[in-house]
C-alpha cells in the first residue's frame, strides 16, 4: 500500500503554513519566503529506506529513514529534533521531538489522487496538497 506513494508532487494547495511554522519557532523572513514557495516533493524507496526529497527555489532539501527506527534530523529551517516515521492505516506518521517532547506530528496519507500533508504543532494544523507530476 504504501508503493503509491512513491513519485514525484507538486504542492498545488496550502493552508495556515505559515501558522505552523510560527509555532515551532521558524523564524519571520524564512517563514514568508517558505510560505510563499510551491515545492516538488519525491518520495523513493530503495530497500527498507525510504527518501523523501524536496525541491525548490529557496532549497532543496533530503530526508532518509527506515520506518520505525528513530533519527536525528535537521529540518529544512535548521532546528534539530529527533524523528521518528511509522506506516500505520494507510498513513506515514512523522513524529519529531525536541528534549523528549512531541513538538510537531507530520501525516501523509492519500486522499483519491491527491497526496495530502497535514502538520500539526500545539493547536495549530495546516494542510497541503500535491497532484502527481
Same mark, same amino acid.
Given at each position: 500500500?504504501?508503493?503509491?506513494?512513491?513519485?514525484?508532487?507538486?504542492?498545488?494547495?496550502? +493552508?495556515?503554513?505559515?501558522? $505552523?511554522?510560527?509555532?515551532?519557532?521558524? @523564524?519571520?523572513?524564512?517563514?514568508?519566503?517558505?510560505?510563499?514557495?510551491?515545492?516538488?516533493?519525491?518520495?523513493?524507496?530503495?530497500?527498507?529506506?525510504?527518501?523523501?526529497?524536496? $525541491?525548490?527555489?529557496?532549497?532543496?532539501?533530503? #530526508?532518509?529513514?527506515?520506518?520505525?527506527?528513530?533519527?536525528? +534530523?535537521?529540518?529544512?529551517?535548521?532546528?534539530?529534533?529527533?524523528?521518528?516515521?511509522?506506516?500505520?492505516?494507510?498513513?506515514?506518521?512523522?513524529?519529531?521531538?525536541?528534549?523528549?517532547?512531541? +513538538?510537531?506530528?507530520?501525516?501523509? $496519507?492519500?486522499?483519491?489522487?491527491?497526496?495530502?500533508?497535514? #502538520?500539526?504543532? @500545539?493547536?495549530?494544523?495546516?494542510?497541503?496538497? $500535491?497532484?502527481? +507530476?
Amino acid at each position: 500500500m504504501s508503493q503509491e506513494f512513491v513519485g514525484r508532487w507538486k504542492l498545488v494547495h496550502s +493552508e495556515n503554513f505559515e501558522e $505552523y511554522m510560527k509555532e515551532v519557532g521558524v @523564524g519571520l523572513i524564512t517563514r514568508k519566503a517558505a510560505a510563499n514557495l510551491k515545492p516538488t516533493l519525491e518520495i523513493k524507496v530503495e530497500g527498507d529506506v525510504w527518501h523523501s526529497n524536496q $525541491y525548490s527555489t529557496f532549497k532543496n532539501t533530503t #530526508l532518509s529513514f527506515k520506518l520505525g527506527e528513530e533519527f536525528n +534530523e535537521t529540518t529544512p529551517d535548521g532546528r534539530t529534533v529527533q524523528s521518528v516515521v511509522v506506516f500505520e492505516n494507510g498513513k506515514f506518521v512523522h513524529t519529531q521531538k525536541k528534549d523528549g517532547k512531541v +513538538e510537531s506530528t507530520i501525516t501523509r $496519507y492519500m486522499e483519491g489522487d491527491k497526496l495530502i500533508t497535514t #502538520l500539526q504543532a @500545539g493547536s495549530v494544523v495546516s494542510r497541503r496538497e $500535491y497532484t502527481r +507530476e
